[in-house]
C-alpha cells in the first residue's frame, strides 16, 4: 500500500514576520503620528528688523555729514557771496548823502519864518513857514539878495492868497512851490528860481 502525501506549505516569511510596531497601532486602533519637522529658529524673522535698527543711525549719520552738510555749506556760501543787500544798502546810502549833499551844494535862498494870514478867516488862522528857493544859477542868492524887497512882497502875496481849503487839498505844498517859482521868475524877468524845499510849514 502507497504511502499517501500530505499536501503542506510552509509558512512565508512576510506572513510570518509582522513587525511589533505595526502590530500595536492596529491592536489599539489609533494611526501612527507622523513625524515633525524640526521648527525654524525664530530669530531669522527678527534679522531684518535688528539690522535695520543698527544700521539706521549710522546711514542717517553719513548722510548728514556727507551729504546734507556739505551742500548747506556750499548753498549759503553761494548766497552770501550773491547778496546784494549790501552794495545795495551801500548805494542808497551813497544816494541819500548824494542827494543831501546836492542839495546842501545847490545854491539857494532862504526865507525865514515867513507869517501870512489865510485868506477868507478873517484874520483868525494864519500860515508860518520856511523855505529854502534853489535854481541853477550860481548867483541866485545874490540875485534874490538885491531884490529881496520886491521878492519878499510876491512871497506875502502868494501865501496870502492861500485859502484853509487849498491847504487842505492834496498836494497842497506842491501847488504852492509852482506859484512861487512862478512868481519869482516872473517878478525876476528870467527863470532864476526852480525849486522850493520847505523845512518848516504850520497852520494855526
Do not use: C, H
Not at 30 to 38: F, N, S
Not at 139 to 153: A, H, V
Amino acid at each position: 500500500m502507497a504511502a499517501s502525501k500530505t499536501d503542506t506549505q510552509p509558512a512565508t516569511p512576510a506572513a510570518a514576520a509582522v513587525p511589533a510596531a505595526a502590530a500595536a497601532p492596529a491592536a489599539n486602533g489609533t494611526a501612527p503620528a507622523p513625524a515633525v519637522a524640526p521648527s525654524a529658529s525664530p530669530l531669522k524673522g527678527w534679522l531684518p528688523v535688528i539690522a535695520a535698527l543698527v544700521l539706521s543711525p549710522a546711514i542717517t549719520f553719513a548722510t548728514v555729514e556727507f551729504v546734507l552738510l556739505p551742500r548747506l555749506t556750499r548753498q549759503l556760501t553761494a548766497a552770501a557771496s550773491a547778496d546784494p543787500a549790501p552794495a545795495k544798502e551801500k548805494a542808497e546810502k551813497g544816494g541819500e548823502k548824494g542827494g543831501k549833499e546836492g542839495k546842501d551844494n545847490k545854491e539857494g535862498y532862504e526865507f525865514q519864518s515867513v507869517v501870512v494870514n489865510l485868506a477868507g478867516t478873517m484874520g483868525t488862522r494864519y500860515l508860518k513857514t520856511t523855505f529854502l528857493v534853489t535854481g541853477a544859477d550860481a548867483g541866485i542868492k545874490d540875485i534874490f539878495e538885491g531884490n529881496k524887497p520886491r521878492l519878499t512882497d510876491v512871497t506875502l502875496n502868494v501865501l496870502s492868497s492861500l485859502t484853509l481849503a487849498d491847504l487842505e487839498e492834496p498836494g497842497a505844498k506842491n501847488v504852492i512851490r509852482e506859484k512861487l517859482v512862478t512868481a519869482y521868475n516872473q517878478t525876476l524877468g528870467r527863470k532864476v528860481a526852480e525849486q522850493v524845499y520847505f523845512s518848516d510849514f504850520v497852520v494855526q
